[in-house]
């Protein structure tokens, strides 16, 4: 990012919840002359150290990244040579674009016809220009189908071939921890239902397609995530957590507004209280958080409780129960790194010349892969779908924590 000539923040309030962003685009705009454009929906503080800001409507960053895709096969700003090596259906997202004019954008998204121009002229005049695409993609029903738009951007206009250039989300994939024993996968009993926390409020309600056509959820066990603060139709999730015979237990640091609804809150340990493995959310290393202080008498870790539920519900003699913590974390660094190093390997043999940098080598896959365009072009209408329909596309999930039912 640092290397970058344009920084485009869209979806991210990086100045409040992301300072290592900030910390790469000020130093691009320092050392570069970079420009550092800010998308959101409201006018938040990473908007006012912009040099260009767009304040869009809620749900239509789709029709916002649509426009610019027109704009650049309109203008000539397209990298073709690019999208007929790498991209799988360059002509049909071209044919799909064609209605998909500023001036459709601008009734939807709410800018002006002006400020969808000069945005996209900004990112097709400058090669290097760096998608950062945040969180707030999550927030709406049709998030996924929206940062799949916003993330086609820079592949029409050939940004990956530079290094400043490109998109990036999240790097979870790359660490591929293998997860298995320590959460059960060997016994997972395709009887027992798995229910989706983006529809909590129509779980909690008795929709009976949230619930898989199955019984009501009567009793929950939270940990790591606040469903009722962060959960779409948060109407229906509170009057979910408000009935009557439904039971929560919820093990958690902070009295959150789930806590507040919970039948019994279970003290939990902080970070510094207990021993974990971080996953980098901007670098590629994975690091061991040792733990530093004793935690109270009465707090315990989620180990703890999930071991002490097993015991009492008879299948603590499974495998992946009554690991110790040295069991539990130290085998996988090793492993890890053994598989880092083998795939750098074999991605660094078909990266191009001047580019060995491992991260921005990772962008460029094997011979016969191709940006995937394809599969999602008819649903990059950049308006939020009926309700019916929100369920046919895949959610955007919360994956800031599980949410475990019964």
């Not at 959310?281 to 071991?307: A, D, M």
């Not at 499974?318 to 660094?333: D, I, N, Q, T, V």
Request: contains cysteine; aromatic residues 8%.
């Amino acid at each position: 990012m640092a290397k970058s000539d344009c920084v485009v923040i869209w979806g991210t309030n990086a100045v409040s919840t992301q300072v290592n962003v900030m910390t790469h685009a000020i130093k691009a705009r320092k050392e570069r002359g970079a420009k550092i454009v800010v998308i959101d929906i409201y006018d938040n503080p990473t908007i006012k150290q912009a040099d260009m800001g767009l304040v869009l409507k809620p749900g239509t960053d789709a029709a916002l990244a649509c426009a610019v895709m027109h704009i650049a096969f309109r203008d000539g700003y397209a990298d073709r040579a690019y999208l007929a090596k790498y991209a799988d259906d360059p002509a049909g997202l071209e044919n799909h674009l064609k209605t998909r004019t500023p001036e459709w954008a601008a009734a939807i998204t709410g800018l002006p016809v002006e400020e969808i121009e000069a945005f996209a002229k900004l990112v097709g005049t400058t090669p290097r220009t760096y998608f950062r695409l945040g969180y707030s993609f999550t927030r709406q029903r049709n998030g996924a189908v929206a940062i799949h738009a916003a993330a086609s951007v820079p592949t029409v206009l050939g940004s990956w071939k530079y290094e400043g250039g490109g998109a990036f989300h999240s790097n979870n994939d790359i660490f591929r921890f293998d997860k298995r024993e320590l959460v059960g996968s060997a016994m997972l009993d395709p009887d027992i239902r798995m229910l989706d926390q983006s529809q909590i409020g129509r779980v909690l309600t008795g929709d009976a397609e949230a619930l898989r056509h199955r019984g009501p959820v009567t009793a929950m066990l939270i940990q790591n995530t606040n469903p009722v603060n962060v959960t779409p139709e948060q109407r229906l999730v509170k009057q979910g957590f408000l009935r009557d015979d439904l039971f929560v237990a919820v093990h958690e640091q902070f009295m959150t507004d789930t806590a507040k609804v919970a039948d019994i809150v279970l003290p939990a340990t902080m970070f510094l209280e207990h021993d974990d493995l971080y996953r980098g959310g901007g670098h590629q290393h994975i690091l061991l958080g040792p733990k530093v202080v004793e935690p109270p008498s009465t707090v315990r870790t989620n180990l703890f409780v999930i071991e002490e539920l097993a015991k009492r519900l008879g299948v603590s003699d499974k495998p992946g129960f009554g690991l110790s913590r040295a069991r539990a974390y130290r085998p996988y660094p090793g492993q890890l790194r053994h598989r880092l190093r083998r795939a750098e390997t074999r991605e660094m043999a078909g990266c191009p010349a001047g580019f060995r940098h491992g991260a921005f080598c990772r962008r460029f896959r094997p011979p016969g892969w191709k940006i995937p365009l394809q599969g999602r072009l008819d649903r990059h209408t950049g308006t939020e779908p009926a309700a019916k329909g929100a369920r046919r596309i895949r959610p955007a999930c919360t994956t800031a924590g599980i949410s475990r039912s019964c």
